[in-house]
């Protein structure tokens, strides 16, 4: 059987290295092409309002993905706040860019991931993550042997 990639990663220790790289990345921000050098690890924020906390707008499993992926219990799907895109037409534009939701630690990103696995959820679905891919790889390191991490993006990242 064939394995999860990040999941090997984790074994050899290279996913907790990527992490801690990835981690530099806040403190002068270039994790997008916005390249705003602001530093999220003083909570400053650049142009996607967002400090050193992902924000959090929703979770939950999510019934709307192809059938492979939203499976018999869905998928586990958590809304990021405050994308780095802020694109006019967004479908999501009330959770992408409403200032509703939760700045969350990455102990409590970690522990909604494993709420989500609780409710028989068959994978982790980040919706708009680019700007908190360092937040997800810091609670990713939380987890132990969560299944299978996979993300919504619009491709606008550096990392
Ligand atoms: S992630 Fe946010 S703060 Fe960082 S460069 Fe992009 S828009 Fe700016």
Redo the contacts with the bound molecule.
């Keep these: 059987m064939v394995e999860v990639s990040y999941l090997s990663l984790m074994k050899t220790g290279e996913l907790k290295e990527r992490a801690e790289r990835a981690k530099v990345?806040?403190g002068d921000?270039?994790?997008?092409?916005?390249?705003?050098?602001?530093d999220?690890f003083s909570d400053e924020?650049?142009?996607?309002r967002?400090g050193q906390y992902a924000m959090v707008s929703a979770y939950g499993p999510h019934f709307g993905e192809e059938a492979p992926l939203v499976g018999i219990n869905g998928s586990g799907t958590i809304f990021f706040s405050r994308c780095?895109m802020r694109c006019d037409y967004c479908q999501n534009h009330e959770i992408s860019q409403g200032d509703a939701g939760v700045e969350m630690p990455p102990e409590m990103l970690a522990e909604i991931m494993l709420r989500l696995q609780d409710m028989g959820c068959h994978n982790i679905n980040l919706v708009s993550p680019?700007?908190v891919v360092p937040q997800v790889l810091g609670a990713r390191r939380h987890l132990q042997d969560f299944a299978y991490l996979w993300y919504i993006t619009a491709g606008v990242t550096t990392l």
């Design positions: 990345y806040p921000c270039c994790c997008c092409p916005h390249r705003c050098g602001v999220r924020r650049g142009y996607c967002t780095n680019s700007h």
